[in-house]
Nanobody, 116 residues
């Protein structure tokens, strides 16, 4: 079992920055991949960024060059640094953890709102 708690969302003006945190507890040493997803109203949930246990990262094209995913193993926390935010980044952001091949564990989500 893995428990995930997101934090750091909020309201920011376009061009601003936010840093989301995802604190993991439980069977954290078995986690293969951690991902950030987001879901805007009326849209499907989409993958934003991922980081493997080895530190490899990948990003959605829409956030490349603006968002950075990182991890602090000592704090069992994954971060999503979001810069140059746009109104279209407005969504609920979810953290997920994968212990393959099991289904993902999910956090409760944190709201990010970017005003124009």
């Amino acid at each position: 079992q893995v428990q995930l708690v997101e934090s750091g969302g909020g309201l920011v003006q376009a061009g601003g920055s936010l840093r989301l945190s995802c604190a993991a507890s439980g069977s954290i040493f078995s986690i293969n991949v951690m991902r950030w997803y987001r879901q805007a109203p009326g849209k499907q949930r989409e993958l934003v960024a991922a980081i493997t246990a080895g530190g490899s990262t990948n990003y959605a094209d829409s956030v490349k060059g603006r968002f950075t995913i990182s991890r602090d193993n000592a704090k069992n926390t994954v971060y999503l640094q979001m810069n140059s935010l746009k109104p279209e980044d407005t969504a609920v952001y979810y953290c997920s953890a994968y212990i393959l091949p099991r289904p993902a564990y999910w956090g409760q989500g944190t709201q990010v709102t970017v005003s124009s």
